[in-house]
Structure formats: C-alpha cells, structure tokens
DNA sequence: TTGGTGATGCAACTCAATTGCATTCATTTT
DNA sequence: AAAATGAATGCAATTGAGTTGCATCACCAA
C-alpha cells in the first residue's frame, strides 16, 4: 500500500481504507475497463458488496466512471481528467472488442459532432464502437 | 387483424399467429421504442413469457432491432431498411430523454465518422445520445 | 476508556432476462 | 375422421446483476 495511492484518494476526499487501496492498486493496473466480478475475483478476501460499494464511491468521487457497453454487465475505468464529486468531464467513447470482450477507453479519439435536428435538446452521449482490437488483430 | 399485416410477417417468414399480429400491430403505433413490460401491459392477455419469444423471434428475423439505452432494460423497434434473418442493416443513433423517458430511433441523423487508431478494426457502433426530446422542450 | 462515525460483512431481496417442460393449436398424413 | 407432427403458448422456476437492511467492526476523538 504505497503513499502514492493512498494520496490519490485523499485528494479525490476518499478515506483511504485497505480495500480500497486495493481496488485502486487493481484498477491502475488494467487495461481494459473491469466489472465487479473481475474485482470479486481479483480481491477475493474482500465481500462482493464492499467492493460494490467501493466502486460507487469511487464513481461518485471522481475517481472512476462506469460504462455500459451493451452486455449484461457494468463495467468500470479510471477517469482521464479531473473529475470530481460526480461531476464527470471525461467524456470519451469506448470500444467493445468482439473478440477478447474486453473494453477499452479511447479518449484520444475525437467525439464526432452530431447533426441532431433543431427540436432534440443535446446533453451528453455514449459512444460504443464494436470491433476488433489492436491485440486481437494481430 | 388486417390482411396487411399477415403479410408483413409472411413476407419476413413469421408464422402470422394472433400474439405475433397484436405485437406488430402494436409495435407500428409506437412512436418510441418499447420494452417488454411495456409489451405485458398492453397485451395483458398474452404471457410474458410469450411476448418475450414474439420478440426474439421478430428480432431474429429482421422485423424488429434492439436497443440497450444504458438503462435498465432492453427496447425495441421496428426496423426501417431491410432487415433479414439477423442481419440488421438499419444502423443508426438513438435518442434517450431524460425528462420523459422515451427512447427514440433517430434514422435521419447521419452516422458520424470515427477516426479510430490504424489497429482497431470497426464494425459496428451504438450511439445513445441523451437530452431533451422535441416533446417535451415546448 | 469510551463514544461515535464510517467501513465492512452477511443475508436477503428486486427485477429483467432466460430456460424447462407440459399443454394447446394448427396443419399434414394416414 | 382420426392420428401424428411440429410449432406456439402458458406456467413454474432459475439465473445473475444490482441493490438494500442491518449487525458488527475498526478507527479516531474526546
Ligand atoms: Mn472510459
Ligand atoms: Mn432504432
Ligand atoms: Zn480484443
Ligand atoms: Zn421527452
């Protein structure tokens, strides 16, 4: 349990308990965007609950943002920017690879623009693109 | 139960029977998609379970598209293009409001572009973009 | 040391989605 | 007309993610 994490989440106002200096260990860690049963899995010492809420802590802290990508389950990823109090600014689409099932944040790619007729009233949108990724192509 | 729309499901290769004609019946009155509760309560006769398999079976066929809006549950649509056999070829972006709740096809807004890494390979997207809908800005 | 607050664990519940199986219905075959 | 066949339907039950309630535990302050 290095100081580093442990910084992370006092700046983000979360106590940083040992679970959940665990789960942000874990979610530094990946790659892909992670579901609680991957973080059941991973922390098994930990109960499924605790871990549920650990993650809706984090969400709304600013810490990570949730994804759903269209399967069953919800997935979860640390924010890019500086997200606080459930104010999200990291808005970025996701990709969803057919092949591993894994999602990734793509926060590099630019949000397209959407020609939406006059009448509809644009506040935010999620942006799931399905395919096949770098790793899996090769 | 009008002869046209026995032809419709004949002509998608769905057996016409009286559940199957007061689904589609009801799904080309819709304006929004729908769930399968929304389906159970209008059709209160018929089993959930049947209604269910009505829409499997209609999804399969290409008479109806579903659409995860990122809630809870699971809506559905007539198809615009054609649609056969599983293979949908009505992509387009979908419009949730968050006032009335209404998930709506929006088939005439272009698909924006995605200027996706060199190493992914895209084959399909799901945009769900949320706000106010025209009904309810007035 | 004690009191209080937040964190954790365990049990139970909700709800959409799904499956198994028996029954009914429609159509064809004998 | 009767029997057989396969599809459609209804009912019961299960799955699995997400969620809530409540008792207990850990930690810090008075
Ligand atoms: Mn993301
Ligand atoms: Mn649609
Ligand atoms: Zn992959
Ligand atoms: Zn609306």
Do not use: W
Not at 74 to 80: E, G, H, P
Not at 86 to 112: A, R, W
Request: proline letters at 3%; hydrophobic letters at 35%.
């Amino acid at each position: 349990m290095s100081m580093e994490l442990e910084n992370v989440l006092i700046a983000k106002q979360v106590n940083p308990t040992a679970v959940r200096l665990l789960v942000l260990e874990y979610l530094l860690k990946q790659k892909a965007a992670i579901s609680l049963s991957d973080l059941e899995t991973e922390l098994h010492r930990a109960d499924r609950v605790t871990l549920y809420r650990t993650l809706k802590t984090f969400e709304e802290k600013g810490i990570i943002h949730t994804i759903k990508d269209g399967t069953e389950v919800t997935k979860y990823a640390l924010c890019q920017d500086e997200c606080n109090n459930g104010l999200h600014s990291d808005m970025h689409i996701h990709f969803y690879c057919t092949n591993c099932k894994e999602l990734y944040c793509l926060p590099k790619v630019q949000i397209p623009k959407l020609n939406l007729p006059d009448d509809f009233n644009l506040q935010e949108m999620s942006l799931v693109a399905r395919g096949i990724c770098k790793n899996c192509k090769k």
